[in-house]
């Protein structure tokens, strides 16, 4: 029976060639005030020491698990972790990523204690060399189609998955190379729910993966819009904002060249 008023939150981490950005990460983990928690790193094949570093660091606390990869990409790593998680509730860190304050997992908790839906979802923070961005919103209930045309629909590391509703929709959709977490979520939402929180639960930096091919991501976000809303107006309002994302992402890279 899962204790709710109580939850084990899962955190699951994806590690490669990263032994510092692992530090960082479980650090954030082990500084939290609320300590129900459990640590999974995926750690993929890396031709550094990160596996057996990762391993000396689970040596020395229960809570943490280290499992080698097995499978490609970062959406396999995360089902694995999926499938190894024990906790009513999952959030993706990836190595370098931290929580916002040492509170984040007794807000999330409580959160999970006080609602019943299948996520539960907050604002980031984007940490640049000489500025820092804030992406939030105000408290209310998710819609499915409010999230696939919402700018800045989210990142995964402020999100908080009830397990059961990730193992039921499936997981993540390994076809999908870089937006697969916006199909998860869309999925997510139909089936249970979710709620947006005001606060800010994490920090993350830019020039991840998603950062680099954001061209790609559109590109997969459109696909995943059209799979899921299967109506005429919104298969053209997403061929429309593809196309607008795309022009404003060349033209970003425009002006820091003439720069």
Request: hydrophobic share 40%.
């Amino acid at each position: 029976m899962e204790d709710l008023a109580n939850p084990v939150i899962t955190i699951i981490t994806i590690v490669r060639n990263n032994p510092p950005g692992l530090i960082q990460t479980l650090q954030s983990i082990s500084q939290q005030e609320y300590r129900n928690w459990e640590s999974i790193i995926v750690v993929g094949t890396s031709e550094d020491l990160t596996l057996s570093f990762a391993t000396k660091i689970a040596s020395s606390d229960k809570r943490i698990k280290v499992l080698e990869q097995v499978g490609l990409g970062i959406y396999s790593a995360m089902n694995q972790g999926i499938s190894y998680a024990r906790g009513t509730h999952v959030c993706f860190m990836n190595a370098g990523d931290e929580f916002a304050s040492h509170g984040i997992l007794s807000k999330a908790a409580k959160e999970i204690a006080n609602v019943n839906y299948g996520v539960i979802m907050a604002g980031h923070s984007v940490i640049h060399a000489d500025r820092i961005q804030e992406f939030k919103s105000s408290r209310k209930i998710i819609s499915d189609i409010e999230f696939a045309f919402n700018r800045r629909s989210g990142c995964h590391q402020s999100m908080f998955f009830r397990r059961q509703t990730l193992l039921d929709v499936g997981g993540f959709d390994t076809k999908y190379t870089l937006a697969s977490d916006f199909d998860l979520m869309l999925k997510v939402l139909r089936k249970d729910g979710g709620l947006r929180v005001s606060e800010i639960y994490s920090r993350i930096s830019p020039g991840g993966v998603a950062d680099v091919g954001i061209l790609i991501v559109h590109q997969e976000k459109h696909q995943i819009r059209i799979q899921h809303f299967n109506k005429a107006a919104v298969k053209i309002l997403s061929f429309g904002w593809t196309v607008a994302a795309g022009l404003k992402v060349q033209l970003s890279r425009l002006l820091k060249l003439i720069r």
